[in-house]
């Protein structure tokens, strides 16, 4: 694992979204794994701006997203279908059918996990999975107690999940308790990963999971399993690392990181 740390949110952001564009411009026909929620807006904002000013071409990307609320059709505008489209896919030359979400309305909880499990291995497997984290360790929603063998399926959100999120629903209790997510393993399957935590509120649960112990209680501990992931993060969501200095270190003189400092 290598932990970047920058000045700001926003550094951060920039920083997530040039290397995942630097590793579509490096194999074009790509399969991108993504995440949604607040800390990613910008994000995907600046890949459509990296979009605009011809830096990156999605024409031969597919993406898969991890998760889904079940019971929202795309239309929904907390669907997360409906977030992607207006936060990334409507502003760049991505080619919508290659745009992959769980379906929300899917009759067979059971047989939509099994198709999206099978479009990726279809598709190739994903070459990056971007991940945020949720203020109780979820990636994906893999909730606490999640099995890091897990794959894609229905999952009952915790409260402090449906606290996190129920602010975005008008009212709050609209909001589904249950949603479609990648499992652990299905993540842990990606080529690469890239998680971007931002916010002092996150400090405490980053620390746990660069840095704390392997337990299903956190399911973002699990990316230490992972041999190919960068972490990157803004002061506040660093505050509570111990090996600061070695991170620091690593990011100064690695050759590899040079073009990013
Ligand atoms: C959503 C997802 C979640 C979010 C997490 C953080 O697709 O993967 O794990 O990354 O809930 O959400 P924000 O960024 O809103 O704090």
Redesign the pocket.
């Known amino acids: 694992m290598e932990v970047i740390i920058q000045p700001d949110a926003a550094a951060a952001a920039k920083m997530t979204a040039r290397l995942i564009a630097d590793a579509i411009n490096a194999k074009p026909q790509f399969n991108l794994g993504l995440?949604?929620?607040?800390?990613?807006e910008p994000v995907y904002a600046e890949l459509a701006a990296m979009n605009r000013r011809n830096e990156v071409d999605f024409s031969r990307v597919s993406t898969f997203?991890?998760?889904e609320y079940i019971g929202l059709p795309p239309e929904d505008k907390n669907s997360?279908r409906y977030y992607m489209n207006y936060h990334l896919f409507d502003k760049i030359n991505i080619d919508k059918k290659n745009t992959n979400l769980p379906d929300g309305m899917a009759a067979d909880e059971v047989a939509e996990g099994a198709r999206y499990e099978a479009a990726m291995k279809k598709a190739g497997g994903i070459d990056l999975q971007l991940?945020?984290?949720?203020?109780d360790g979820?990636?994906?929603?893999n909730e606490p107690l999640s099995s890091f063998a897990s794959r894609t399926r229905a999952k009952p959100l915790t409260p402090a999940?449906y606290r996190?999120?129920s602010v975005y629903f008008d009212p709050p209790e609209t909001m589904p308790m249950r949603a479609f997510t990648m499992g652990v393993g299905t993540i842990l399957d990606a080529k690469r990963i890239v998680m971007l935590i931002t916010g002092a509120k996150?400090a405490g649960i980053a620390a746990q999971a660069i840095e704390g112990p392997l337990t299903s209680m956190v399911t973002g501990s699990a990316i230490q399993l992972h041999p190919a992931v960068v972490v990157v993060l803004d002061e506040g969501a660093a505050a509570q690392l111990t090996m600061r200095e070695y991170y620091d270190w690593v990011f100064a003189h690695e050759p590899k990181w040079k073009n990013y400092r």
Do not use: E, R, V, W
């Open positions: 995440a949604t929620g607040a800390t990613m997203n991890l998760d997360y991940l945020g984290i949720g203020s979820h990636i994906g929603f999940t996190q999120n996150k």
